[in-house]
């Protein structure tokens, strides 16, 4: 594939290379490998219009260790303050010849549009509500280095899926890859349109109680409070009794589960700070697994060598 643009870019096979590769990215930087001259003399524009820690210094981290040149764009402070449009900032780039572009926007399938003007890669690093694949696959990579597979393990999915480019993904990318995914929340969060339309690949269920105990992972949320209107959040406190996870309710989890979450956390509401650092947390881990991921995704769009 040319662009990683959503997680339904992948088939299972492409998918499984892409974790295959990480595997072997990680096991590099485990020998002390710190540098690949795998794309060296290429360029790796990274194109946040939209605020980011994680993503942002992984891509500058995992393009760095294969050797690539890296520019970094923050829209704070360039001429998208004056009005430039987001063709003529991907004119500009593609004249500075970027290889690859990965973008994080606040408007959904902008890198579709990216796609259209600039000769290299476009890499979807969030996109409004609507995706963020290299997340699904960090995320999925955690998954089968935790519990050795993804095929037939039970996934909650927890919290504010209405806004989450992260829960949309996933859902995806682990069902691809034969896992069952069930998304759980408050009505107001999984909408009844939402719902349908993804009621084909997942279940639903407004019982986070309920669900625990059958599942092999669970997935908080972070709830966006800054793409909400008041009706569909009520109130925190009757959120976090809900549907936050607490040091009681993960008891109620199986012993192999594990517990993720995507951060930035709101800790104390979606998920307990207890919870978030506690052995079964795999946030940390969820990160670094990120740098070996989005390394392999450079690596086998840009054809390293
Ligand atoms: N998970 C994630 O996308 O985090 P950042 O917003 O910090 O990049």
Do not use: C
């Not at 072997?24 to 980011?52: C, H, I, Q, W």
């Not at 084909?200 to 972070?222: C, F, G, H, N, W």
Request: no cysteine.
């Amino acid at each position: 594939i040319k662009h990683l643009r959503s997680a339904a870019d992948l088939d299972a096979a492409t998918a499984t290379l892409i974790l295959d590769t990480a595997g072997e990215m990680a096991a590099l930087s485990g020998r002390e490998v710190k540098k690949l001259p795998a794309l060296r003399g290429r360029t790796v524009v990274n194109l946040f219009y939209e605020d980011s820690t994680r993503t942002r210094i992984s891509f500058e981290a995992a393009a760095k260790r294969l050797s690539a040149d890296v520019i970094n764009f923050s829209a704070k402070g360039s001429s998208v303050s004056k009005g430039e449009s987001l063709k003529d900032t991907a004119l500009t780039l593609q004249a500075m010849g970027a290889d690859a572009v990965v973008i994080r926007h606040s408007a959904s399938g902008a890198p579709h549009r990216l796609a259209n003007w600039v000769d290299g890669s476009v890499v979807n690093a969030g996109d409004g509500t609507h995706e963020h694949p290299t997340q699904a696959l960090l995320d999925a990579y955690t998954m089968r280095s935790r519990l050795g597979r993804l095929d037939g393990l039970k996934v909650a999915i927890v919290g504010d899926v209405l806004h989450s480019r992260v829960a949309r993904s996933n859902v995806l990318l682990l069902t691809t890859l034969g896992a069952q995914v069930t998304l759980v929340g408050p009505p107001t969060l999984i909408p009844l349109d939402v719902a349908a339309a993804l009621a084909e690949k997942t279940q639903v269920s407004y019982d986070l109680d309920a669900v625990l105990p059958d599942s092999d992972v669970v997935m908080m949320l972070r709830v966006q409070t800054e793409r909400m209107q008041d009706s569909y959040f009520p109130s925190a406190r009757e959120y976090s009794r809900r549907y936050g996870l607490d040091v009681a309710r993960m008891k109620k989890l199986p012993e192999h589960a594990i517990v993720m979450h995507p951060g930035p956390m709101n800790r104390g509401m979606e998920i307990a700070p207890e919870v978030a650092d506690s052995p079964r947390s795999t946030i940390v881990e969820q990160v670094a697994n990120g740098v070996s991921v989005r390394m392999a995704v450079l690596y086998l769009l840009l054809g390293g060598k």
